[in-house]
């Protein structure tokens, strides 16, 4: 099968007020599927250039992206835009949950744009609601809720489609290292059980020592990559 | 979905969504009243112009109104009135004698207009008893008496009192004079009318033309103003003779009638007046709250919202505001009008409009006051929103990431 992620010296050069910055300088990477993978790196070693990147979300300058097997520069616009909501799963530092919409309304947000019947959508945010510890909580607005519930949320939306990855760009660094602990496990967790793929970024020492998988960034390259056995 | 954000973003700014509708609604009521009050400056021209003068509806001869003679006369005018009396909505009716003539009063003399009125109709119709301004009103037997308009008088230095020699051409050919008395004065509040017009009693009047109980015209009054087609159209049936013609005020006034619809540029400014302010009102609260949303729609479309979805999101909520305007602009715009239209504002200066004079104008509730706000709202509300609904729709996905 497919690796989840493929890519083929990914260049991204940032154009930012005249002096172009080098944000990727040619990264070489394949992930397999089920992996549980920490990328790590100093402060602009482009970490969230490269998750854009492989999520669609931003254009490689040169080099090539393959996502579940798709070659991503030659998908536009629309079809893109359902890739991404079909294939990837998105967790972000910030939470990012819409505000206006209850715990339910953010879960099933997706499974709406997939046009998933509604009783089986119920279904489905009930049953992953209660995987991530937060049964009963669904009519719950997101202000109403702690950082580490939300994030808890917003992981339950980023998997209740079921896409092949889940991309979560500095999940725990706006939680406590306890609740952020907590949250790695049930992410490993749900990782072993589903056979989804997670990739996430952090600077987290306590995060990395959950991760199989550790790809270490500097300056737009990748300096080591190594895998460990738990 | 997409409704539901849109609806639930309306009350997370509430002062700024407050002050967005603050904007339509004034613009609304503001325009509403503009509208309000030159529909009621304009039925007020229109129905005073029509009342105190022409009637609502005239009936001739086929023919007269484009070429007025002396010999397309109707007759037996007593039963067609009659007729006309039982057509619904029809208040009150008054037949009139016209022809050109001679008038002299001492060694002056002038071109005048003979108008024989029914005199008893006439005050019913027309009010003609509040157009004497001096003198007295004919009685109800002809008794050779004369009543000149107020400009007329003033040319022949006649008064109350004095004679008025009158030489015509009667419908038999022959050279016709007499004599009468000048029992009043009359001022119609149209200089042009009252330059020319000497009224007689309307058997006088067929005397001295020797019409034989037959007159010329006969005007119509209605109870409401805007039903004049209707009964126009129902008084054609009743009489139903086609040696007859009857005709609304649109057509028998062709000319006023154009320039009343050429005036009405009250609902362009109105219009106006709501763009405007809309538009500074509303763009820049949007613009404010698609900024501070950047990182919220980047989120929906990293997770496959479409950018047309998104638009929507920007454009329906501001459609919502301006709908939520539109009902409170609407229940201020009619209360206001309705107010206006009971109580009217003092001009300062009196003003005159086609010859009539006004002291104190009007509003009218009328729909157009209320429809034309609406949708001004509404389309412009829209069209401001396009722009930041745009923006918005463009925001890159990767803006999701970034922390801050
Ligand atoms: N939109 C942009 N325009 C210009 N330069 C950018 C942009 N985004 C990122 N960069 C630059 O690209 C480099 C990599 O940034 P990136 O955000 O990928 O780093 P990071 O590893 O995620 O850092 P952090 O740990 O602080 O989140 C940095 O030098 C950054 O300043
Ligand atoms: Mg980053």
């Known amino acids: ?230 | 979905m997409m409704l539901k954000i849109a609806f639930r973003n309306i009350f997370r700014q509430k002062r700024r969504t407050v002050l967005t509708a603050l904007a339509m609604i004034v613009g609304f009521t503001l325009s509403s009243v503009f509208i309000g009050w030159s529909d009621g400056a304009y039925s007020d021209i229109i129905s005073m112009f029509t009342r105190n003068r022409i009637g609502h509806i005239q009936v001739h001869h086929t023919g007269y109104l484009d070429k007025p003679s002396l010999y397309d006369v109707i007759d037996s005018y007593e039963s067609i009135g009659e007729k006309i009396a039982g057509v619904e909505g029809v208040e009150a009716w008054t037949p009139r004698i016209y022809s050109a003539g001679l008038g002299s009063v001492g060694d002056k003399t002038m071109g005048v207009q003979i108008i024989g009125v029914d005199v008893g109709r006439e005050v019913r119709a027309t009010r003609f008893d509040q157009k004497i301004t001096s003198g007295a009103i004919f009685s109800e037997t002809a008794a050779r008496e004369a009543i000149l308009g107020v400009g007329l008088a003033r040319i022949l230095k006649a008064d109350v009192g004095g004679k008025i020699v009158l030489v015509t051409q009667g419908t038999d050919g022959a050279i016709a004079n007499d004599l009468y008395t000048i029992i009043g004065i009359a001022e119609s509040g149209d200089k042009a009318t009252d330059r020319m017009a000497c009224y007689l009693h309307i058997d006088d009047a067929q005397d001295l033309l020797v019409l034989d109980g037959r007159v010329h015209e006969i005007a119509v009054l209605v109870e409401v103003l805007d039903r004049v087609p209707k009964i126009t159209a129902a008084i054609e049936i009743q009489i139903d003779d086609t040696t007859l013609e009857v005709s609304p005020w649109q057509v028998v006034a062709k000319s006023f009638y154009r320039a009343m619809q050429a005036d009405r540029q009250g609902d362009l400014i109105g219009r106006m007046i709501i763009m405007l302010i809309v538009a500074i009102g509303v763009l820049n609260t949007v613009l404010m709250s698609v900024l501070e949303r950047t990182r919220e729609y980047g989120v929906l479309k990293a997770m496959g919202t479409k950018p047309r979805q998104i638009f929507g999101v920007v454009v329906i909520e501001v459609a919502f505001i301006a709908l939520g305007s539109i009902v409170i602009g609407a229940l201020f715009g009619a209360s206001l009008n309705y107010l206006l239209s009971i109580y009217g504002i003092s001009l300062p200066q009196e003003f005159s409009y086609g010859g009539i004079v006004f002291q104190t104008m009007y509003a009218a509730v009328t729909v157009r006051s209320l429809a034309i706000p609406a949708v001004t709202v509404l389309v412009s509300a829209i069209l401001v929103s396009l722009f930041p609904a745009i923006r918005a729709a463009r925001i890159a996905p990767a803006a999701a990431m970034r922390a801050h």
Request: proline residues 5%.
């Open chain 1, 1 to 230: 099968m497919a690796p989840v992620i493929a890519t083929e010296e990914v260049t991204k050069v940032y154009s930012g007020d005249g002096v172009p910055v080098h944000a990727l300088r040619g990264i070489d990477l394949i992930i397999e599927r089920g992996e549980f993978t920490a990328l790590v790196g100093p402060s602009g070693s482009g970490k969230t250039t490269f998750l854009n990147i492989i999520s669609g979300l931003d254009t490689p300058t040169d080099g090539k992206v393959w996502l579940n097997g798709k070659f991503l520069s030659r998908m536009g616009g629309n079809a893109l835009s359902d890739f991404r909501r079909d294939n990837i799963g998105f967790v972000f530092q910030a939470y990012n949950l819409i505000p206006v919409l209850t715990v339910e309304e953010n879960i099933e947000y997706i499974m709406l744009l997939q046009k998933v019947p509604k009783s089986e959508r119920h279904e489905r945010v009930l049953a992953i609601l209660e995987e991530v510890g937060l049964s009963g909580m669904a009519s719950r607005n997101p202000p109403q809720l702690s950082g580490g519930q939300q994030q808890r949320v917003a992981i339950a939306r980023a998997m209740v489609s079921q896409p092949a990855i889940i991309l979560a760009d500095e999940p725990t660094a706006n939680l406590d290292s306890k609740i952020g602990a907590d949250l790695l496990d049930m992410m490993y967790r749900l990782n072993t059980q589903t056979g989804m793929t997670f990739i996430f970024s952090t600077h987290d020492p306590m995060v990395m020592a959950r991760a199989r998988r550790l790809i270490m960034l500097k300056d737009g390259q990748i300096e080591r990559d190594e895998v460990r056995s738990p």
